[in-house]
């Protein structure tokens, strides 16, 4: 079974950057179909970005589209989510999920994703 780390969340700026990191142990990586979700305080899990096993697909979310982007390395067992252009609304801890392959759709619904990370706190400030 996957277990997934999140990696590279931080404090930063409106308007910066940053970098986030899920790596995953195991031999199956390249066997799910990889999202990104975030949960602000008070507020419900929410999708952000989510890509295909190959890389070859991926969906984002209205509010982080042009400014996230989604990608992953199947040699390192490893997703990546980089944030640009960051807004303090931004503000959430990021957490990684992994949603075995079922058919060529690539899910966007927190329920299709069966593991987690942790979550990675990330906070924009204005």
């Known amino acids: 079974q996957v277990q997934l780390v999140e990696s590279g969340g931080g404090l930063v700026q409106a308007g910066d950057s940053l970098s986030l990191s899920c790596e995953a142990s195991?031999?199956?990586?390249?066997?799910?179909?990889m999202g990104w979700f975030r949960q602000a305080p008070g507020k419900e899990r929410e999708f952000v970005a989510a890509?295909?096993?190959?890389?070859?697909?991926?969906h984002y979310a209205y509010s982080v589209k042009g400014r996230f982007t989604i990608s992953r390395d199947n040699a390192k067992n490893t997703v990546y989510l980089q944030m640009n252009t960051l807004k303090p609304e931004d503000t959430a801890v990021y957490y990684c999920?992994?949603?075995?392959?079922?058919?060529?759709?690539?899910?966007?619904?927190?329920?299709?994703?069966?593991?987690w990370g942790q979550g990675t706190q990330v906070t924009v400030s204005s």
């Open positions: 999920a992994a949603a075995p392959i079922a058919g060529i759709i690539v899910p966007t619904h927190l329920k299709s994703y069966a593991l």
């Open positions: 195991g031999r199956t990586f390249r066997t799910y179909n």
């Open positions: 890509i295909s096993w190959s890389g070859g697909v991926t």
